[in-house]
């Protein structure tokens, strides 16, 4: 992913088995119902950077308080006049001036390329970072917002999907509604929690909430088999929880004790604003933080999830029931109404065993306590009354990721809306914002960037015959899914009500929920996407073998059909081509061309990859991604980022290569240098250009902190300078000189 996204089309498996790119940036990459029943580790991507999967909306959403305007409540200014949107400046793959022609590219070449926007782009109060895939989705996100306000005011002539998200987002922005009502949306749920009296009925409560989209002590969905990638399977897992990471449970250091006392406050009084008394929310905050560091400890970590062959474990139900009797899988797969199974997948075997010890240890009412914060936690905070949407973000905004502010109300909505109906609003985006033309173009680009990774196997020289050809079988085989799904999503069971922003959120999660449940033991639909059109990221699929481009990250200033072959190539190419070599990084290799997890590979050519992906891996434990005063330095976890950066290498150097063919069919003179609009660039030069400043971001230092315990993916600065150091045709189009920064003595290369 371009920052990575793994899902698959039930529970998440893998940290990086879709690799979205762009998610923290986008309108969010939504949550599917793969997400709402994502693994702790699977889906974090960037969708929702560094807030963990468990934290529902609230971590994922940064709102301010709504404002009134006539028709829907919160989207114009204080006297109730719609607030038009400014104009925003045209953006471009690439543009000279978002330079710092004072650097010196062979030194510092993120610098070079956009140290000019890095100066004038400060982070904004309500974001933890900012950065050019921002300025796309601030794009995308003023396109949605026209589309839902009109969609939202009425009228006879709405579509049925029209009147749908129209009347989602209506709700979201009725703030005085949502308020009036209080807690009181939660209580069906909560007297839920409290009427169980014995253990035996704790599974028809966990079905019950995981209908809701609620996941207690487990998470459970459908995914691709391992071994048989066309059927859908029964798969059980550990759940995500408070915190972003296992290691921040127990970690000794000063800033994590810190951050755990935060985190045990911010539940005291969470606990307290639904109602309980002081002493009691002390006791149950308590509680909740002794469970999940029970739970985490017993969880695997981001890095051991990198590993597939970890994460599939067939076991027969009754020797699942046999080890962890208290959960009856058999009780909470009928009260989920789901398909009868003889087995299902339990992804991580020994924590399931170690919950079993949890469970017997702990008291029914340390149970009951621990279900109710989840309950309360996984509800997005944009259906819930402020004081509780205030105080999520207290921690998970500015403790965690270090933004001062919410987001407003509105893009709060859309992206709410987004996660809900996410293909209907799709539909509309694409109507808006992507051409036919545009698809055609894309298509074009992808196709030469996998014919030079064709050619790319055949050169090299450190591969065998044999595995050279499974390689080309597999690339033969991809899927490429560009813009939008060919069948849109059927919403017509699922009611968007005007008036009920807590039910419209749970009743989506329970549609996303039986859809999901409905494929357990069906043949897989290879046409389905994990992302909405809007979404400004891309992923790769192992199990389906498709690398996807939502029509969201097709805008400028990602991908500019009115610029050279050259920055395109640079910018998009680059993306295209990173999604592509995901089917042949350190986790993608390990499946076939159909996704099933099988081992392909010659040993001796598996021993060369191994030695050359450990280059990689001690380059960039190098890095150092955050050095604050008082502090030692953090640095990249080359081994967690490793696919990302695998990707990242081979991903420009395809598209490099594409480049030359496509220059030397169009005759394109590649040492002249361009007019004054590609600032005096030779065509390579600006090539490379455009990737640059396809990543110039800033990052608060509290976010990049969390970003090395959990995201697979490098600082920007490392993006671009880690991959470009690698390439011998950089530094001839740049001349530099043996020695400088940029040119390293030793270079990694894989592909």
């Given at each position: ?5 793994k899902?698959?089309s039930?529970?998440?498996?893998t940290?990086?088995?879709?690799a979205?790119?762009k998610g923290h940036a986008a309108p ?7 997400q709402r029943l994502?693994?702790?580790a699977?889906?974090l ?7 963990p ?9 940064r709102a301010?308080s709504?404002v009134q305007?006539?028709g829907?409540?919160g989207?114009?200014?204080?006297n ?9 400046p ?10 710092d022609?004072t ?5 510092d070449?993120?610098?070079y390329?956009c140290?000019?926007?890095?100066k004038?782009?400060?982070i ?7 950065g ?11 396109v949605?917002?026209t589309i839902?306000e009109k ?10 999907n029209q009147?749908r998200i129209?009347?989602a987002?209506?709700a979201c922005m009725d703030t005085?509604a949502?308020?009036?009502?209080g ?7 909560l007297?839920a929690?409290?009427?169980?009296k014995q253990?035996?009925q704790?599974p028809?409560l966990?079905a019950?909430?995981h209908?809701?989209g609620?996941?207690g002590?487990?998470?459970f969905?459908s ?6 990638a066309t ?6 897992a550990q759940?995500a929880l408070?915190l972003p990471?296992k ?11 810190e ?6 406050e911010?539940v005291r ?6 109602g309980?008394?002081?002493?009691q929310?002390?006791v149950?905050a ?5 469970m999940?560091t029970?739970l985490a400890a017993a969880?695997l970590?981001r ?10 474990h067939?076991?027969?139900l009754?020797?699942f029931d ?8 058999g009780t ?5 109404h ?7 997948n339990?992804q991580?075997?020994?924590?399931f ?7 017997e240890?702990?008291?029914?009412e340390?149970?009951k ?8 936690r ?6 819930l ?5 205030d105080?999520a973000?207290?921690?998970y905004g500015?403790?965690?990721s270090?933004?001062p502010e919410q987001?407003?109300r509105w893009k709060?909505c859309?992206e ?5 109906v996410?293909e209907?609003?799709?539909?509309e985006?694409?109507k ?12 074009e680009l992808?196709r030469a ?5 064709e050619h790319?196997i055949d050169?090299?020289?450190w ?7 499974e390689a080309k079988?597999?690339l033969h ?9 060919d ?6 069971s699922l009611a ?5 922003a807590f039910?419209?959120?749970l009743r989506?999660n329970a ?10 033991g069906?043949?897989?639909?290879r046409g389905e996407?994990?992302?909405t059109p809007?979404?400004?990221n ?6 389906m073998?498709s ?5 969201g990250i097709l805008?400028p ?8 072959d050259?920055?395109n190539?640079?910018a998009?190419?680059?993306?295209i081509?990173?999604?592509l ?6 986790e ?5 061309g159909?996704?099933?997890l099988r081992?392909?590979?010659?040993k001796?050519?598996?021993?060369q990859?191994a030695e050359?992906?450990e280059c990689?891996v001690?380059e960039?434990d190098?890095f150092v991604?955050?050095a604050?005063?008082g ?10 980022t490793?696919g990302?950066n ?5 991903g420009?150097?395809l598209?490099y290569?594409a480049?030359?063919?496509k220059?030397?069919e169009?005759?394109v003179?590649?040492?002249t240098?361009?007019?004054a ?8 030069q ?7 400043q396809?990543w110039?971001?800033?990052?608060r230092?509290?976010s990049m902190?969390e970003?090395?315990?959990v995201?697979p993916?490098?600082p ?5 300078n ?5 390439m011998p045709a950089?530094a001839?189009a740049?001349?530099c000189?043996?020695?400088a920064?940029?040119v ?5 290369a894989?592909w």
């Amino acid at each position: 992913m371009k920052h990575s996204l793994k899902t698959h089309s039930g529970i998440s498996l893998t940290q990086t088995a879709m690799a979205a790119e762009k998610g923290h940036a986008a309108p969010r990459s939504r949550r599917t119902g793969a997400q709402r029943l994502l693994l702790g580790a699977g889906l974090l991507g960037i969708a929702a950077m560094g807030l963990p999967a468990g934290a529902g909306g609230w971590g994922v959403v940064r709102a301010q308080s709504a404002v009134q305007t006539a028709g829907v409540k919160g989207t114009g200014d204080q006297n109730g006049s719609p607030k038009p949107a400014p104009a925003a400046p045209a953006l471009h793959d690439f543009d000279p001036a978002l330079r710092d022609t004072t650097a010196d590219p062979c030194t510092d070449f993120y610098q070079y390329a956009c140290g000019g926007w890095l100066k004038a782009h400060p982070i904004p109060a309500d974001r933890a970072a900012y950065g050019r895939d921002t300025e796309t989705t601030d794009q995308n996100e003023q396109v949605l917002r026209t589309i839902l306000e009109k969609a939202a005011s009425g009228g006879a002539a709405r579509t049925a999907n029209q009147q749908r998200i129209g009347d989602a987002y209506a709700a979201c922005m009725d703030t005085d509604a949502i308020n009036a009502l209080g807690t009181k949306p939660l209580a069906e749920l909560l007297a839920a929690v409290d009427a169980v009296k014995q253990r035996d009925q704790l599974p028809a409560l966990l079905a019950q909430l995981h209908t809701k989209g609620v996941s207690g002590f487990f998470q459970f969905g459908s995914q691709q088999d391992f071994r048989n990638a066309t059927q859908q399977i029964a798969t059980i897992a550990q759940p995500a929880l408070g915190l972003p990471e296992k290691g921040y449970y127990d970690r000794t250091d000063g800033k994590s004790a810190e951050l755990r006392t935060q985190y045990v406050e911010h539940v005291r009084r969470t606990f307290v604003l639904m109602g309980e008394p002081e002493s009691q929310a002390t006791v149950d905050a308590g509680v909740v933080l002794r469970m999940e560091t029970k739970l985490a400890a017993a969880s695997l970590s981001r890095l051991e999830m990198r590993d597939p062959t970890k994460l599939y474990h067939r076991t027969p139900l009754v020797q699942f029931d046999a080890n962890s009797p208290e959960l009856r899988m058999g009780t909470f797969l009928e009260a989920m109404h789901a398909p009868a199974v003889q087995s299902l997948n339990v992804q991580e075997p020994v924590y399931f065993l170690e919950l079993h010890d949890s469970l017997e240890a702990a008291s029914l009412e340390d149970i009951k306590t621990f279900l109710r914060w989840v309950v309360v936690r996984s509800v997005p905070g944009t259906a819930l009354p402020q004081p509780l949407d205030d105080e999520a973000f207290a921690f998970y905004g500015k403790v965690l990721s270090g933004v001062p502010e919410q987001e407003p109300r509105w893009k709060r909505c859309a992206e709410r809306v987004d996660s809900e109906v996410g293909e209907a609003l799709g539909e509309e985006y694409v109507k808006a914002k992507f051409s036919p033309e545009d698809k055609a173009r894309t298509g074009e680009l992808t196709r030469a960037i996998e014919t030079a990774a064709e050619h790319d196997i055949d050169a090299l020289a450190w591969m065998s015959a044999a595995t050279k050809t499974e390689a080309k079988r597999k690339l033969h085989l991809v899927t490429n899914h560009i813009g939008y799904p060919d069948t849109w999503r059927d919403y017509s069971s699922l009611a968007m009500v005007r008036t009920d922003a807590f039910g419209n959120a749970l009743r989506a999660n329970a549609f996303d929920v039986a859809r999901d449940v409905r494929k357990i033991g069906r043949p897989v639909d290879r046409g389905e996407w994990e992302m909405t059109p809007p979404t400004v990221n891309a992923y790769y699929n192992p199990q389906m073998n498709s690398i996807n481009f939502p029509a969201g990250i097709l805008q400028p200033p990602q991908f500019d059909p009115s610029q050279d072959d050259a920055v395109n190539y640079g910018a998009a190419g680059g993306t295209i081509g990173h999604e592509l070599t995901h089917g042949f990084d350190d986790e993608g290799r390990q499946f076939d061309g159909q996704g099933n997890l099988r081992d392909w590979w010659r040993k001796d050519d598996a021993k060369q990859f191994a030695e050359r992906a450990e280059c990689v891996v001690n380059e960039y434990d190098g890095f150092v991604a955050v050095a604050e005063p008082g502090t030692p330095e953090l640095h990249v976890n080359g081994k967690l980022t490793l696919g990302e950066n695998l990707a990242d290498l081979a991903g420009l150097r395809l598209a490099y290569l594409a480049y030359m063919d496509k220059a030397k069919e169009a005759g394109v003179s590649l040492l002249t240098p361009g007019d004054a609009s590609y600032g005096g660039l030779t065509p390579v030069q600006q090539f490379f250009a455009a990737y640059g400043q396809s990543w110039c971001e800033s990052t608060r230092p509290e976010s990049m902190r969390e970003r090395t315990e959990v995201d697979p993916h490098a600082p920007e600065k490392y993006r671009v300078n880690g991959v470009v150091e690698n390439m011998p045709a950089f530094a001839e189009a740049f001349q530099c000189k043996a020695g400088a920064a940029m040119v390293p003595v030793k270079r990694c290369a894989i592909w």
